[in-house]
T-cell receptor
Framework: EAGVAQSPRYKIIEKRQSVAFWCNPI?????LYWYQQILGQGPKLLIQ????????DSQLPKDRFSAERLKGVDSTLKIQPAKLEDSAVYLC?????????????FGPGTRLTVT | AQTVTQSQPEMSVQEAETVTLSCTYD???????LFWYKQPPSRQMILVIR??????QNATENRFSVNFQKAAKSFSLKISDSQLGDAAMYFC?????????????FGTGTLLAVQP
């Protein structure tokens, strides 16, 4: 079974530029998560989708971050414009469904450096 | 609000020895899950072990076991017969059971080094 795929693996941009990350969850997984992991910290949930609907985006800085999951499969996370404090690893995860018994499977992450 | 605290930023263990990583958490919920995740340099988060709060028996997975103390809100991970491949960042995480979302709340991590 293929795991969660993310691209790119690394991205370096200048502040005020825009960037987009892509995630392809495990086939059949209804729930998709985007986490932000700043160096020295644990991951923090940015947004959670159930199929193509948003379940939780309370921690998403909506003035600059946006995310979508069209057709309930792949997802993109965009930052526009980027700030220095957005430098982090962005992890995508998926689970079969929303219930707490379902394990979350993580992708390899995208490391973003904003200069 | 739920919080997870890992007070050991770094730990070191000799190969084949045993090491214990500490984790405490704060919640007002009675039903929840606790997890230990391993994150190697490849960055991929891997589930090591999980514990349901309603179960009194401590979870075990091969060389990994937990000491779950619900009243003390403590959840430590014991790694027995440590191997070089165990070297990684370890995160303790919490998740509400039956909430509207099942997001994970992570601690700040413990970096484990394994000495040959």
């Amino acid at each position: 079974e293929a795991g969660v795929a993310q691209s790119p693996r690394y991205k370096i941009i200048e502040k005020r530029q825009s960037v987009a990350f892509w995630c392809n969850p495990i086939s059949g997984h209804a729930t998709l998560y985007w986490y932000q992991q700043i160096l020295g910290q644990g991951p923090k949930l940015l947004i959670q989708f159930q199929n193509n609907g948003v379940v939780d985006d309370s921690q998403l800085p909506k003035d600059r971050f946006s995310a979508e999951r069209l057709k309930g499969v792949d997802s993109t996370l965009k930052i526009q414009p980027a700030k220095l404090e957005d430098s982090a690893v962005y992890l995508c995860a998926s689970s079969l469904d929303l219930g707490a018994t379902y394990e979350q499977y993580f992708g390899p992450g995208t490391r973003l450096t904003v200069t | 609000a739920q919080t997870v605290t890992q007070s050991q930023p770094e730990m070191s263990v000799q190969e084949a020895e045993t090491v214990t990583l500490s984790c405490t958490y704060d919640t007002s919920e009675s039903d929840y899950y606790l997890f230990w995740y391993k994150q190697p340099p490849s960055r991929q988060m891997i589930l090591v072990i999980r514990q349901e709060a309603y179960k009194q028996q401590n979870a075990t997975e091969n060389r990994f076991s937990v000491n779950f103390q619900k009243a003390a809100k403590s959840f430590s991970l014991k790694i027995s017969d440590s191997q070089l491949g165990d070297a990684a960042m370890y995160f303790c995480a919490y998740r509400i059971y039956g909430g509207a979302t099942n997001k994970l709340i992570f601690g700040t991590g413990t970096l484990l080094a394994v000495q040959p």
